[in-house]
């Protein structure tokens, strides 16, 4: 019996046997061609994307009614990649410039864009290389005849086991009830789907399938990131009790959908979610968000060779607005830069890509491109309450550049006769050490500030969490961060502005009460993260929270400040 550990998606615990798939890249032929056999070869390639095409199209047919309604956005983004010039043009001229096999030339060319996204600062855009990879081990299996070929064919009910897998494919394999997976993080379209659907899910665990046999017996707790494996009768009796307990518990929190988050002593709290697609809105609808804290736009701009124009932005942030049905929608600007590079945009070269320009920084050196994202968010604010969202602010100067742009954007849309939203609300995201310490000053300019505590904890402890070296140091809860959040918060409570925590800190129960007593009263996170933190702040006393944290504050000590925090929701233990 040995355990992996990774990331947990939530769903709870599945038991049972485990199915291994092959890895996603293939081991592809690499051959030169003669000339007169290039067009055979183009042609092989336009055949592979018709066939992976139809695929997905039919699957997305044969989506169940019960499918999230992120799934069928998914698909799209795969097929989107089928037609995008940069990739399947390039592998077209690989093929046509140097002679190589058809397999060769979309492997070659898929790792190239793929390797793009790898030197990303951003783990949101990392993950995008995956999609690429993806869409071409789709394509190398149609090339090589093996598409229709069904995975995880044995087991009836399995626990698969793979290097990665993509959102199609997890759609596909509905007989499975639950996935070990070594690559990928908590913002990969396939861990978002999984989220979606509550399919126990870990990813990040490395080595899984080098380890771990076909039908050898697997516990998989996605809710604490532990896959046991070839457990002992003892173990496995104690997780299916644990996994007993936990339906249950899912059960009462399918009841809380249409409660108002009060906490017991009356403080009412909003909670939010956060998007990355506009499929995404329905079912955060569903699970009863107050509204969306966080839309992120840079899906618009991704895996493409031209920029989207106005009215494709509109129409994709309307979408939003119009499924919330009158509840709030915060649309970040675009959080893009020399980490995140457009292809439609110049490249700037930065030394460390982190501490460049990026976010409301290029958005402001690129007052275009900017202005077109601003009409499109005015526009869409007619069909409800829709808020601008600017990330990355450390400047005084940033806020008064971003609200002369949205004024000259009115102007814009009005010299067109073209109807607007003539108020939205603008707010700026504290995410990094120098806004956290002017919290007060930007809460007087702004109508509202959201914090991103996984970027503020970041760069206060110069610390990439996604850097196995130094990520074991990587500590939301460091008293250092935790003085920041609470700073944000006084200093937007001063000032009667709204304030919410959208990092992935705010779908944390364990967080809940801490946060609740630094005098947070929004939170926004993924929407499959709602149910349980509203449990939390169901049972939680604000009032005495505030008291407790208070003294938690005060103490420098990492190990206090964590057995503090223990404390936090123990009475007897106060």
């Given at each position: 019996?040995?355990s992996?550990?990774?990331?947990?998606?939530g769903g709870?615990?599945?038991?049972?046997?485990?199915?291994?798939?092959a890895?996603?890249l293939?081991?592809?032929?690499?051959?030169?061609?003669e000339?007169?056999?290039?067009?055979?070869?183009?042609?092989?390639?336009?055949?592979?994307i018709?066939?992976?095409?139809q695929?997905?199209?039919?699957l997305?047919?044969?989506?169940?009614?019960?499918?999230?309604?992120?799934?069928?956005?998914?698909?799209?983004?795969?097929?989107?990649?089928?037609?995008?010039?940069?990739?399947?043009?390039?592998?077209r001229?690989?093929?046509?410039?140097?002679?190589?096999?058809?397999?060769w030339?979309?492997a070659?060319?898929a790792?190239?864009?793929?390797?793009?996204?790898d030197?990303?600062?951003?783990?949101?855009?990392?993950?995008?290389g995956?999609?690429?990879?993806?869409v071409?081990e789709?394509?190398?299996k149609?090339?090589?005849?093996?598409?229709?070929?069904?995975?995880?064919a044995g087991?009836?009910?399995?626990?698969?086991?793979?290097?990665?897998?993509?959102p199609?494919?997890?759609?596909?394999?509905?007989n499975?009830?639950?996935?070990?997976i070594?690559l990928?993080?908590?913002?990969?379209?396939?861990?978002?789907?999984?989220?979606?659907?509550?399919?126990?899910?870990v990813?990040?665990?490395?080595?899984?399938?080098?380890?771990?046999r076909?039908?050898?017996?697997v516990?998989?707790?996605?809710?604490?990131?532990?896959?046991?494996?070839?457990?002992?009768?003892?173990?496995?009796?104690?997780?299916?009790?644990?996994?007993?307990?936990?339906?249950?518990?899912?059960?009462?929190?399918?009841?809380?959908?249409?409660v108002?988050?009060?906490?017991?002593?009356?403080?009412?709290?909003?909670?939010?979610?956060?998007?990355?697609?506009?499929g995404?809105?329905?079912?955060?609808?569903?699970?009863?968000a107050?509204?969306?804290?966080?839309?992120?736009?840079?899906?618009?701009?991704?895996?493409?060779?031209?920029?989207?124009?106005?009215?494709?932005?509109?129409?994709a942030?309307?979408?939003?607005?119009?499924?919330m049905?009158g509840?709030?929608?915060?649309?970040?600007?675009?959080?893009?830069?020399?980490?995140?590079p457009?292809?439609?945009?110049?490249?700037?070269?930065?030394?460390?890509?982190?501490?460049?320009?990026?976010?409301?920084?290029?958005?402001?050196?690129?007052?275009?491109?900017?202005?077109?994202?601003?009409?499109a968010?005015?526009?869409?604010?007619?069909?409800?309450?829709?808020?601008i969202?600017?990330?990355?602010?450390?400047?005084?100067?940033?806020?008064?550049?971003?609200?002369?742009?949205?004024?000259?954007a009115?102007?814009?849309?009005?010299?067109?006769?073209?109807a607007?939203?003539?108020?939205?609300?603008?707010?700026?995201?504290?995410?990094?050490?120098?806004?956290?310490?002017?919290?007060?000053?930007?809460a007087?300019?702004?109508?509202?500030?959201?914090?991103?505590?996984?970027d503020?904890?970041?760069?206060?402890?110069?610390?990439?969490?996604?850097?196995?070296?130094?990520?074991a140091?990587y500590?939301?809860?460091?008293p250092?961060?935790l003085?920041?959040i609470a700073?944000?918060?006084?200093?937007?409570?001063?000032?009667?502005r709204?304030v919410?925590?959208?990092?992935?800190?705010?779908?944390?129960?364990e967080?809940t009460?801490?946060?609740?007593?630094?005098?947070?009263r929004?939170?926004?996170?993924?929407?499959a993260s709602?149910?349980?933190?509203?449990r939390?702040?169901?049972?939680?006393?604000?009032?005495?929270?505030a008291?407790?944290?208070?003294?938690?504050?005060r103490?420098?000590?990492?190990?206090?400040?964590?057995?503090?925090?223990?404390?936090?929701?123990?009475?007897?233990?106060q």
């Open positions: 019996m040995f992996l550990h990774g990331s947990g998606l709870g615990i599945a038991i049972g046997r485990a199915h291994r798939l890895p996603q293939l081991d592809v032929a690499h051959y030169r061609i000339q007169h056999r290039v067009g055979a070869e183009l042609v092989r390639i336009d055949c592979a018709v066939d992976s095409r695929a997905l199209e039919t997305t047919e044969n989506l169940p009614s019960s499918a999230p309604a992120e799934a069928r956005a998914l698909i799209d983004i795969h097929l989107m990649l089928l037609e995008d010039e940069l990739f399947v043009q390039g592998a001229a690989i093929v046509t410039e140097q002679g190589w096999n058809a397999e030339a979309v070659t060319r790792q190239e864009l793929a390797e793009q996204f030197e990303f600062e951003d783990l949101y855009m990392r993950e995008r995956r999609d690429v990879r993806q071409a789709r394509l190398l149609s090339l090589s005849g093996t598409s229709a070929q069904v995975s995880g087991a009836e009910s399995p626990i698969f086991v793979a290097e990665d897998i993509s199609a494919d997890l759609l596909a394999m509905r499975g009830i639950g996935f070990a070594d990928g993080g908590t913002t990969s379209h396939a861990a978002i789907l999984a989220r979606s659907l509550q399919v126990p899910t990813v990040g665990l490395g080595c899984a399938r080098e380890l771990i076909d039908d050898d017996w516990i998989l707790d996605a809710d604490a990131g532990v896959v046991i494996v070839a457990p002992d009768e003892e173990v496995l009796a104690q997780y299916r009790t644990l996994q007993a307990e936990g339906l249950l518990v899912k059960d009462k929190l399918k009841r809380l959908t249409n108002p988050a009060v906490t017991v002593d009356g403080v009412g709290v909003e909670l939010l979610a956060n998007i990355e697609l506009p995404e809105a329905e079912s955060a609808r569903e699970m009863g107050d509204g969306v804290g966080l839309f992120r736009s840079e899906f618009l701009f991704m895996n493409r060779p031209d920029l989207p124009d106005e009215d494709e932005q509109f129409e942030y309307r979408d939003v607005v119009v499924a049905r509840k709030p929608v915060t649309i970040r600007t675009l959080d893009a830069g020399a980490d995140k457009i292809a439609a945009m110049k490249a700037i070269h930065s030394a460390n890509p982190a501490l460049g320009r990026r976010a409301i920084r290029l958005s402001l050196a690129e007052p275009e491109i900017f202005l077109v994202q601003l009409r968010m005015l526009r869409a604010g007619r069909f409800g309450r829709v808020r969202l600017l990330p990355m602010l450390a400047h005084g100067h940033e806020v008064d550049q971003s609200l002369r742009l949205i004024e000259q009115r102007e814009q849309l009005r010299d067109r006769r073209v607007f939203a003539e108020h939205v609300e603008v707010g700026g995201m504290i995410e990094i050490p120098a806004a956290a310490l002017s919290a007060d000053y930007f007087g300019r702004l109508d509202f500030m959201a914090i991103g505590t996984n503020l904890a970041q760069y206060t402890l110069a610390i990439d969490r996604d850097d196995y070296a130094v990520a140091l500590d939301p809860y460091h250092a961060v003085r920041l700073g944000t918060i006084r200093a937007a409570n001063k000032r009667r709204q919410s925590v959208c990092g992935e800190f705010a779908g944390e129960p967080a009460a801490l946060l609740l007593g630094m005098g947070l929004q939170f926004s996170m993924h929407p709602l149910l349980r933190i509203k939390e702040v169901l049972h939680a006393d604000a009032g005495k929270l008291v407790r944290v208070a003294r938690l504050l103490a420098d000590d990492p190990i206090r400040a964590r057995a503090m925090r223990e404390r936090l929701t123990d009475p007897e233990r």
